[in-house]
């Protein structure tokens, strides 16, 4: 069933008050919602590398134990490295946790159907892949309890926010990703 | 001997010795999908409390994690062989981009006493696709070239901050016995 939350609301709950939190957002959507939800150093935001947001957290999230990590991204990108899910399973770092802002379109390319509308259940893919915690979002308390865990490191965790369908007028970042890059690795006190 | 079937795939001294090099240049985070070439410097890897080794389902993964692991302050080599380079090649956006520094370490195969033919057509392609994907290749030949070409691909990726793949030759591994 389509989502009803605002990608745009729920973006903006989750960073309100960050703290430690670092984020990558994968290409699409959910870049122009975290970059609508205000710059920040600690953000890395993915413009393209299709499929890779969810790993490259886990690779930051081993670098940075004592930070927590969110992979924010879309359905389509998820959908592209599914693999990933096993593979961050297996290793299941406390501190990371993959947000999915599903929509059940490629918001991009004309908001084509994509597979969680036509039968993938991501919850349920996470779960076999190993995750312990993956749960759904669909409503305002499932936000702020998700913005909640997210600064708790509890371990590692996936998140479906069942979002609308709709298309928000894009905001767009820093392109460059040098640029970001040591704009990010600043913040941490890295050359 | 019957349960010997790789009997030519005898211990060597080189994985060892990449072993030794990624520990003193302080690499933590070692990705791989599984190779009979990289069997030892996998198991030596997961033995090492110093590293995180890393499982991978697919090779690409392996381009995130290590930009990503850079972003935090880590280090890390990507463990493939020629075949899954194929599978690195649109992700390596994110490294041309982002200039981040890489170190991938390739068992080639498909180019010396191959049985295999499904191996050959990669195998071809690997050093001009990396080159494509501005990946700068290294290429060892012999056992002893081994530790300086690893030495300097090192040097390159986490002094120069270049993405650079060690091409580790087929001859190198030995001829698998089917």
Partial sequence: MEGQLSRRDATARLVAERGELLVISGLGSTTWDLAAAGEHPGNFYLWGAMGGAAVMGLGLALAQPRRPVMVLTGDGEMLMGLGALATLAAVAPANLSIVVLNNQRYGETGMQASHTALGADLVMLAKGAGFRQALAVSDDAGVADLAGRLQRCEGLLFADVRVAADDPPRVLPERDAVVLKHRFRQALGLR | MPDQPNSDLAPKAWP??????????????????????????IELCLEDPAIEAIALTTEEEGIALLAGAWLGGAKGALLMQSSGV??????????????????????????????????VPMARATRPALELMGVHCLRAEEPAAVAEVVGAALDLAYDAEQAVAVLLAQRLIGRKVW
Wanted: net charge neutral; aromatic share 8%.
């Fill in chain 2, 16 to 41: 060892a010795e990449i072993h030794g090099l990624i520990g003193r240049a302080g690499l933590s985070q070692v990705a791989y999908v599984p190779d009979a070439g990289h069997k030892a410097l």
């Fill in chain 2, 86 to 119: 194929g599978n690195c090649i649109n992700m390596l956006s994110l490294t041309a981009n982002g200039r981040f520094p890489l170190l991938m370490l390739v068992t080639m195969r498909g180019e010396w006493a191959e049985f295999n033919p499904w191996q």
